[in-house]
């Protein structure tokens, strides 16, 4: 069942499916799997979790959202690279070793549509959150 997602960051009421990886590049098979209830982590210096190195890390989460109709502002906060999709549209790509803010704009219609976050992490400190929120109500 895909979560409701009227607003914002958000813990959601389905989990995001997490796979981490032991790269930059999202290669190979995943070191950790795992489902989370939002997509809002600091790891600081440390890894996010067993398998994964502390940096030079990749990772992506997958989720289908049901949102109600209207323009919604997407906003990524990591430290390092990220790219974000919905229904496979690329709305922000950051693939860089820089720590930032970003954000994109999109339309949707009312119903279910898969968000898909990527990331990685060179070096340092290491965090990726994604909010939302509706502009249209």
Same mark, same amino acid.
């Given at each position: =069942?895909? @979560?409701?997602?009227?607003?914002?960051?958000?813990?959601?009421?389905?989990?995001?499916? @997490? #796979?981490?990886?032991?790269?930059?590049? $999202? #290669?190979? &098979?995943? +070191?950790?799997?795992?489902?989370?209830?939002?997509?809002?982590?600091?790891?600081?210096?440390?890894?996010?979790?067993?398998?994964?190195?502390?940096?030079?890390? #990749? =990772? &992506?989460?997958?989720?289908?959202?049901?949102?109600?109709?209207?323009?919604?502002?997407?906003?990524?906060?990591?430290?390092?690279?990220?790219?974000?999709?919905?229904?496979?549209? $690329?709305?922000?790509? +950051?693939?860089?070793?820089?720590?930032?803010?970003?954000? =994109?704009?999109?339309?949707?219609?009312?119903?279910?549509?898969?968000?898909?976050?990527?990331?990685?992490?060179?070096?340092?400190? @290491?965090? =990726?959150?994604?909010?939302?929120?509706?502009?249209?109500?």
């Amino acid at each position: =069942a895909a @979560a409701r997602a009227a607003g914002g960051p958000q813990e959601t009421d389905d989990p995001w499916a @997490a #796979s981490y990886f032991a790269n930059t590049d $999202l #290669s190979g &098979r995943p +070191a950790l799997t795992r489902i989370e209830t939002a997509l809002d982590h600091n790891w600081g210096w440390g890894s996010p979790g067993p398998g994964v190195p502390r940096d030079r890390f #990749s =990772a &992506r989460w997958t989720q289908p959202l049901v949102f109600r109709g209207g323009i919604y502002r997407f906003t990524t906060y990591t430290d390092d690279g990220v790219r974000l999709w919905v229904d496979g549209r $690329l709305l922000i790509d +950051a693939w860089r070793p820089m720590r930032g803010t970003r954000s =994109a704009t999109v339309r949707l219609s009312e119903g279910t549509h898969d968000v898909r976050m990527e990331y990685f992490e060179r070096t340092g400190v @290491a965090l =990726a959150r994604l909010t939302w929120r509706c502009l249209s109500r």
